[in-house]
């Protein structure tokens, strides 16, 4: 996938097991892009481009690089997959009603 790194799209795309090229919007609040797409690059699920270096050469780069690398696809995958939490919804709740709050 070639997209930007807003929570909920990153979290898909972990929980796909989907490789990205993440290209991050400078202007989200608190570049809060910038931090999730540094997270998942550094766990190896992703690369890392910056917007203000972005172009066609750049993205052509990064994609040859990967297309014709299908064993660093393959690790991405693995360690977006890693980084999910399929059952997190699931777990919280649980969480929430062991609390004492709720007696």
């Known amino acids: 996938a070639v997209s930007r790194a807003g929570a909920m799209t990153t979290a898909e795309l972990a929980a796909w097991g989907l490789p990205a090229i993440l290209v991050p919007l400078p202007t989200a609040a608190a570049d809060h892009q910038t931090a999730n797409a540094?997270?998942?690059?550094?766990?190896?699920?992703a690369v890392l481009l910056r917007q203000d270096r972005f172009d066609a050469a750049v993205l052509d780069h990064a994609l040859n690089g990967l297309l014709n690398a299908p064993g660093k696809l393959a690790g991405m995958a693995e360690a977006a997959f890693e980084r999910a939490r399929p059952a997190a919804a699931h777990d919280i709740a649980a969480h929430i009603?062991?609390?004492?709050c709720f007696e």
């Not at 540094?38 to 699920?45: M, T």
């Not at 009603?97 to 004492?100: E, I, N, S, V």
């Open 97 to 100: 009603l062991t609390m004492r």
């Open 38 to 45: 540094r997270a998942i690059a550094a766990s190896d699920a």
